[in-house]
């Protein structure tokens, strides 16, 4: 068991574990594909103190570096839910579960809205993880809906174990076998009655029983059921707490501006508040 998890691995999320490892506790940095970090997609940052005129893949790079050398365990994945229990919360990481006391927020902002039909179906025929999921499907029309860098290495594997799979994104996919047909669409909606049996992407209609729906990440609503937002960012006090005990949350995901050094400085504060909170757990 992990003294604490940090969900995000971008500004925020670095910071905090940073703090909480200079304060002698053990993380898990938890993140998707860097590719898909809005920082790392910046061509030029010149209003961070300290590094002026540089990318963004540099920066993230270097926060990363720095982490790795305190000594911040890093995990690549999508966090699912987060249930807490006892004084615990334990951590769906695709098909894996961890186990930590406190938890730092550093999600990102949540920039998708749910396309039509998805909460409908979640469960029944809609998954958000192919590893968890894709046994269920073999030998099926399934379609995935790639939103995030590495969703061609999911629908790939999906392939690879028997499902029929089709490609869906509104961007070309880097990686996806040749064999798997893909479709450009940006918009689409889950269609069928009680259980999925089709997918409308843009134009095309594509008979399917499952959608695997890939996000860079989940909304931190949907992540933990009862955390309380302002608007569409998660509401914290002046030490970075949420409204649930041993809830952290820094960066862009609790509201604006939207920029490096705000997210350094609140994963920082949010980093201390954390390991103080274990420390008085014990």
Partial sequence: MYDAAVIGGGPAGLSAAVQLRARGKSVLVVSGDSRDNPLYKTQRIDNYLGFYNVTGG??????????????????????????????????????????VRAVVLATGVARAAKYPG?????????????????????????????????????????????????????????GLRPDIPA??????????????????????TLPCEGVF?????????????????EG???????????????????????GLPLQVSKAVGEGQVAGHRAAEYLEQLK
């Fill in 58 to 99: 540099e920066l993230l790079e270097r926060f990363r570096a720095h982490a790795r050398q305190m000594g911040v365990e890093e995990k690549e994945g999508r966090v699912l839910n987060i249930m807490p229990m006892n004084g615990t919360f334990y951590l769906s990481i695709g098909s894996e579960l961890e186990q």
């Fill in 118 to 174: 998805e909460g409908e179906h979640l469960g029944a025929g809609v998954s958000y993880c192919a590893t968890c999921d894709g046994m269920l499907y073999r030998g099926k029309e399934v379609a995935v809906v790639g939103l995030a860098a590495d969703a061609p290495r999911e629908a790939n594997w999906l392939k690879e174990i028997g499902c029929k799979v089709t490609y869906v994104s509104p961007n070309p996919p880097d």
């Fill in 183 to 204: 479709i450009k669409a940006g918009k689409v909606e889950v269609l069928g009655g009680q259980t999925v049996e089709g997918l409308r992407a843009g134009s095309t």
């Fill in 213 to 229: 729906i890939l996000r860079p990440s989940v909304a931190p609503a949907e992540l933990l059921p009862g955390l309380e937002l």
């Fill in 232 to 254: 569409n960012y998660i509401r914290v006090d002046r030490n970075m707490a949420a409204s649930i005990p041993g809830v952290f949350a820094a960066g862009d995901c609790t």
